[in-house]
C-alpha cells in the first residue's frame, strides 16, 4: 500500500531563512503523482505544485523550490528567504490512479519575524 | 471563481447526537470528495462522488456515516450516532476531473467538529 511520510512534524525558522520540508513516500506502481498543499489557519488546503513519476525535473517558482528523486523516493520543499505569511502546515500527497490519494502527516511550519 | 463553500464552520454535539454537513463545489466540478482530518494528522478520504454516483467509499464506517449528492452538486455529509472519535474536521474538495490522479484538488475551510 502507497504510504507517505513526513518525518518533521514542526519546524520553526526565523524570518529570511531557508527551510525544507522533507516528504518521503512508498508506492508499487510505476505511474504516480506528488503533490504539496499548503494549509494555512483559515483551514483550506491549497495546491502548490504536482508533479507525476516519470518528471524527476526539479521545479523552481518563486521562493519554492521542489526536489523529486526517485532514487531515494523523496520529493522534498524548499522555501528561500522565508516570510511570516509561510506560517502553515504543509502536506505532501502521493496519488495512485485512478483516484487514490494519501495524504502524509503534514510538517507545521512557523516563521518568526 | 467562487471557491468550494462548506457550512456550518463549527459544530459542537453531545456524543450520540447526530449532525449533517453541507458542501457546494466549484460550479461544473464534477466530482467531490469528502476527507476527515483529525487533529495532527493529513486528511483521510471518506467518500468520492462523480456527479451523483459514489466512486469509492471504502473508507467510510457505513455503520455511523451517510452522504449524498442528489443532482450532481452540492452534498451532504452525516453522522449518526456521533462518537467521541469523530471530533475532527471534515473538509470537501472538487476537481474538474473525473479522477484524483493528476487534477488538483479544491479545498473548502472544512466544518470542526467536537463531539462532547
Known amino acids: 500500500a502507497q504510504k507517505v511520510t513526513q518525518a518533521q512534524t514542526e519546524i520553526s525558522v526565523v524570518e529570511k531563512e531557508d527551510v525544507t520540508l522533507d516528504c518521503v513516500y512508498e508506492?508499487?506502481?510505476?505511474?504516480?503523482?506528488l503533490f504539496w498543499y499548503k494549509q494555512p489557519p483559515s483551514g483550506e488546503l491549497v495546491f502548490l505544485i504536482r508533479?507525476?513519476?516519470?518528471?524527476?525535473q526539479n521545479e523552481i517558482s518563486g521562493r519554492y523550490s521542489w526536489n523529486f528523486q526517485k532514487s531515494t523516493s523523496s520529493f522534498n520543499f524548499t522555501i528561500t528567504a522565508s516570510q511570516v505569511v509561510d506560517s502553515a502546515v504543509y502536506f505532501c500527497?502521493?496519488?495512485?490512479?485512478?483516484?487514490?490519494?494519501?495524504f502524509g502527516a503534514g510538517t507545521r511550519l512557523t516563521v518568526k519575524p | 471563481e467562487a471557491g468550494v463553500a462548506q457550512s456550518p464552520r463549527y459544530k459542537i454535539i453531545e456524543k450520540r447526537q447526530s449532525v449533517a454537513f453541507w458542501c457546494n463545489p466549484i460550479s461544473g466540478h464534477a466530482t467531490l470528495y469528502w476527507y476527515q482530518q483529525i487533529l495532527g494528522q493529513g486528511p483521510k478520504l471518506l467518500i468520492q462522488?462523480?456527479?451523483?454516483?459514489?466512486?469509492?467509499d471504502s473508507q467510510l464506517p457505513k455503520d455511523r456515516f451517510s452522504a449524498e449528492r442528489l443532482k450532481g452538486v452540492d452534498s451532504t455529509l452525516k453522522i449518526q450516532p456521533a462518537k467521541l472519535e469523530d471530533s475532527a474536521v471534515y473538509l470537501c474538495?472538487?476537481?474538474?476531473?473525473?479522477?484524483?490522479?493528476?487534477?488538483?484538488?479544491?479545498f473548502g475551510s472544512g466544518t470542526q467538529l467536537s463531539v462532547l
Open positions: 462522488f462523480q456527479n451523483n454516483g459514489v466512486v469509492d
Open positions: 500527497a502521493l496519488s495512485e490512479p485512478p483516484n487514490d490519494m494519501r
Open positions: 508533479r507525476n513519476s516519470f518528471d524527476e
Open positions: 474538495a472538487s476537481s474538474s476531473a473525473p479522477d484524483a490522479g493528476w487534477e488538483k484538488l479544491f
Open positions: 508506492t508499487r506502481d510505476t505511474t504516480y503523482y
